[in-house]
């Protein structure tokens, strides 16, 4: 089973990982380890940069008794030395998982069909599922429960937002998506989201966004690979910004990286509000929890 985006797995599925990574987390005290994964290794693919997965999936790893193997740009032959299929087929004869970060999706959907062991999305400009479980555990945590949270994001449409729309509409968040026009979620994810009897509302005002919501998500407006239209999109942008004047006193999301002055003004994101760090923690934790139950698998 790969996990390319949230909806790989079933709402019940989704809920059984979250309630697996509370329990982890609940269990996780200093030192804490065990043997749940006992000898096992993931391989990681990283064709772009990354703090938070990287180190979060490598600890995971350790923490379960098992290894990781880091596998950058200039290490492995993806893409460039031999076919994406031909590293996946090797790959898959030596891991027991394969997490990837790469470019475009479909380089991690061909990973998925070659492999013969779960492909986990790490990102790529498509998707970024496993932020998403860790979002849904840090909004679990925060209110209890999904039922009458409500969530706006702020900027732009992409990856991290794409999957963030369809777990929302999974568990049942109630969700506005405020962007720039041109950077709207996909008609695809949309209609993904549809399918789950939960597509978010729409629209290009920030502020008719936030005036309903309970939490504030917002996420970089140059993501990587995008460098070369960084003009066009901040001037695309403008007005998009989380200031502590829009976000009141409502909690405030970020994948992170963040890129203060940009999206986010420093005073919002160091602000009381922003639980980006309960955030950054419970990828370890929500990736701990994917990866015991995938590893239950048949
Ligand atoms: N949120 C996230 O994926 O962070 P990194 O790019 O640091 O991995
Ligand atoms: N949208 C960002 C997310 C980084 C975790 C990017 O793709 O760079």
């Not at 987390?25 to 940069?49: N, R």
């Not at 970024?128 to 009458?148: G, K, M, N, V, Y």
């Not at 008609?187 to 936030?210: I, K, L, S, Y």
């Not at 999301?253 to 509000?273: F, K, Q, W």
Request: aromatic letters at 6%; hydrophobic letters at 40%; proline letters at 4%.
């Amino acid at each position: 089973m790969d996990i390319l985006d949230v909806d790989d797995l079933t709402t019940d599925e989704l809920v059984t990982v979250l309630d697996r990574a509370a329990a982890i987390k609940a269990d996780h005290g200093e030192g804490s380890t065990s043997d749940l994964l006992d000898q096992q290794t993931l391989g990681m693919i990283f064709e772009k940069p990354s703090t938070r997965t990287r180190v979060s999936f490598e600890t995971g790893m350790t923490q379960l008794g098992g290894h990781a193997v880091f596998l950058g740009p200039d290490d492995i032959h993806l893409g460039h030395g031999e076919p994406v299929k031909d590293t996946a087929r090797a790959l898959g004869r030596y891991v027991d998982f394969i997490m990837a970060r790469v470019f475009d999706h479909a380089d991690a959907e061909e990973l998925a069909e070659y492999a013969d062991v779960p492909v986990i999305n790490g990102l790529t400009d498509d998707a970024h599922p496993c932020q998403t479980l860790a979002d849904l555990l840090t909004i679990r945590e925060q209110f209890c429960d999904f039922e009458d949270v409500s969530v706006a994001w702020v900027g732009d449409g992409n990856n991290v937002c794409q999957s963030f729309v369809i777990g929302a509409a999974m568990v049942g968040l109630d969700l506005t998506v405020a962007t720039p026009e041109g950077y709207g979620i996909s008609d695809d994810v949309a209609d993904r989201a549809a399918g789950f009897g939960n597509e978010p509302e729409t629209t290009h005002d920030p502020e008719a966004a936030v005036a309903g919501a309970d939490v504030v998500y917002s996420d970089v407006w140059v993501s990587m690979g995008q460098e070369d239209k960084r003009d066009q999109k901040l001037a695309d942008f403008e007005g998009f910004q989380i200031t502590p004047d829009l976000l009141g006193d409502r909690p405030f999301m970020h994948c992170l990286p963040a890129h203060r002055g940009e999206e986010v003004t420093d005073a919002a994101i160091e602000s009381e509000n922003a639980v980006v760090w309960n955030q950054a923690e419970n990828r370890l934790h929500a990736q701990k929890g994917l990866l015991v139950w995938l590893s239950e698998q048949a």
